[in-house]
């Protein structure tokens, strides 16, 4: 197949490329000017999803069987700093492209819209796991606008027809991943402790909140398998299916280092608003494609932690 990934310098693109072209895909990818694609297999093409006619110009090119739309401000801590910029990329961009993908007959091609399992929010009581059904009650801006992708998703299914499949994907970690987000934050601290660079002493918000990790390279699996056999118009939960409190991840991260480290909490580090617990079901995407998480949250730790210790 041909698959075009928008948004592929990020975290989750370079493992997607990677894990596409090693299936024997022929993989395209898109990335901000001040990006760069490392897959050498990839061919790559600047772009900046505000600008739809930019958008058109790739897709006629490229004409792929599938495109998986990762481009996003990710962040939700930066998008309490910057609510604009979030919802311009995050829905605009999104409506940039399905509008592209109609206007240059590509209607019928399957895409595949990254959401987020934030999209859920302040679930109600009694509702974890949450199932793709459980009503959206997104507690902070990032949140709110890839529900409000979902949404355009689902609409643009069932007026126009597209091949529209929808992810909410809950948290997800591994190496390389940016020290915005908590596990590689407390990895990097841990190993720059570790090289003697720190105080031994890990900088920590709110640790009282549960979330549902998955490894990265479970999740890309999970993707590749949802371009093959995701039902056309419906959402899917990806996630381990288990939320594991940001305390207990911590202690294992801690457990692991070779270093003697004490915990601090840094006010600054603490959201305006925390959702409490998110955990999902995936008897979803289990009955339609088979996908289940394989990487234990031990191994990804492990990794993370080795990948911050080989940095300089
Ligand atoms: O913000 P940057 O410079 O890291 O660039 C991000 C890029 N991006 C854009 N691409 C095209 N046009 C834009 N206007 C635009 N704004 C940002 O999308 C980054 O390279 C990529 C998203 O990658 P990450 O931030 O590393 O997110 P990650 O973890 O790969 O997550 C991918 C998807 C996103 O839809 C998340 O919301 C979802 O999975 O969880």
């Not at 975290?11 to 901000?32: M, P, Q, W």
């Not at 962040?75 to 700093?81: E, G, L, M, P």
Request: proline share 3%; aromatic share 8%; glycine share 8%.
């Amino acid at each position: 197949m041909k698959a075009l990934v928008i948004g592929g310098a990020g975290f989750v693109g370079n493992y997607l490329i990677e894990r596409l072209s090693s299936d024997g895909h022929k993989v395209y990818a898109t990335c901000l000017a001040n990006e760069k694609i490392e897959n050498a297999e990839c061919e790559s093409f600047n772009l900046d999803i505000l600008d739809k006619s930019a958008v058109k110009d790739i897709l006629s090119d490229v004409k792929p069987d599938w495109i998986f739309h990762l481009a996003a401000q990710s962040s939700v801590s930066y998008s309490w700093k910057n609510p604009q910029l979030t919802i311009d990329v995050n829905i605009k961009g999104t409506v940039n492209i399905l509008d592209a993908m109609r206007e240059s007959g590509l209607d019928k091609t399957r895409i595949i819209l990254i959401g987020s399992g934030e999209e859920y929010g302040y679930i109600r009581e009694g509702a974890c796991p949450i199932k793709e059904t459980e009503p959206l009650n997104p507690g902070n801006i990032y949140a709110a606008t890839k529900a409000c992708q979902s949404m355009i998703g689902s609409i643009y299914a069932r007026a126009y027809g597209m091949d529209i499949v929808m992810v909410r994907a809950f948290n997800h970690i591994g190496p390389a991943q940016l020290t915005q987000f908590v596990v590689a934050d407390f990895c990097n601290q841990a190993a720059e402790i570790e090289k003697g660079n720190r105080k031994p002493e890990i900088s920590v918000g709110n640790l009282a909140v549960k979330r549902d990790f998955t490894d990265v390279r479970d999740i890309v699996r999970a993707y590749e398998l949802l371009a093959e056999k995701g039902v056309s118009g419906k959402i899917y939960n990806v996630g381990s299916g288990k939320a594991v409190l940001i305390e207990d991840i911590l202690k294992l991260i801690v457990s692991k280092s070779t270093a003697e480290i004490t915990v601090s909490v840094d006010k600054t580090r603490l959201r305006p608003a925390d959702v409490p617990v998110i955990e999902a079901d995936i008897s979803e995407i289990k009955a339609d494609t088979g996908w289940e998480p394989e990487i234990s949250l031990e191994k990804t730790i492990e990794d993370t932690l080795n990948y911050w210790r080989n940095m300089d």
